[in-house]
């Protein structure tokens, strides 16, 4: 199959219809499997390979968060998009955490679900800015500061500092030029080597990473 290859995990059957009817409707995008909990997701992103996984954080078995950990211990490209509310958000803490890419709001528009899939393939992070506001105001400020990642952080410049503060706020590169009056392609520099000198694979994880060392409160 070409296009994004897409698998759904989700133990509500009637989203899982509904998100691939939305998925679907597009020309670059194609659901290769479902899974209705979170061992089965582990399962069939081992055996369909899939581009992205579109993981629900509360699932029987194991829930998304250890599913999310395991798929990404088993060394998989695919990443994994955590499609939550608001009342999950000490999941989506604890999904990035494992390692997944980012998260959106179930209630996100269609067209909103679209755009986060292929931003996920295209090898970015997705961080929805209304949950991140609502995750700070609620749990990151409890996080306890970590040597290591102080650590890491330690490296980066002041700019490359301030431009990670702008990406944990959930700003684009197109958002962080303007705001910084630098050019896209600078912006996209600057995320580059920061992720690179902290060892983060992608944006989440830089911004996990952001509120362990304390850089941003």
Not at 22 to 28: A, P
Not at 51 to 80: K, N, Q, Y
Not at 115 to 142: E, H, K, N, S, W
Not at 186 to 199: C, E, M, S, Y
């Given at each position: ?14 989203l899982r219809a509904g998100v691939a009817v939305v998925l679907g409707s ?52 695919a990443r994994v998009l955590v499609l939550t509310t608001f009342r999950d ?41 209304t949950v991140t506001r609502d995750l700070v105001a609620q749990f990151v ?77």
């Amino acid at each position: 199959m070409s296009g994004i290859r897409v698998l759904l995990a989700d133990d509500d059957a009637l989203l899982r219809a509904g998100v691939a009817v939305v998925l679907g409707s597009t020309d670059d995008i194609v659901v290769v499997g479902e899974a209705a909990d979170g061992l089965d997701a582990v399962r069939l992103c081992r055996e369909l390979t899939p581009d992205v996984v579109l993981m629900d954080v509360r699932m029987p078995g194991i829930d998304g968060i250890e599913a999310t950990r395991r798929v990404v211990a088993t060394g998989s490209a695919a990443r994994v998009l955590v499609l939550t509310t608001f009342r999950d958000d000490e999941y989506v803490w604890g999904a990035l955490r494992a390692g997944a890419s980012g998260f959106l709001l179930k209630r996100s528009s269609p067209e909103r679900l679209i755009d986060a899939v292929r931003t996920l393939a295209a090898g970015d992070a997705l961080i929805d800015p209304t949950v991140t506001r609502d995750l700070v105001a609620q749990f990151v400020a409890r996080v306890p500061v970590a040597a290591p990642e102080r650590a890491l952080l330690d490296q980066l410049t002041d700019r490359e500092a301030q431009v990670l503060r702008l990406i944990a706020e959930g700003r684009s590169n197109e958002e962080i030029a303007e705001l910084l009056v630098i050019a896209e392609s600078t912006a996209k520099t600057h995320v580059k080597r920061i992720l690179a000198k902290i060892g983060a694979r992608d944006r989440a994880q830089a911004v996990v990473l952001a509120y362990r060392g304390g850089l941003v409160r």
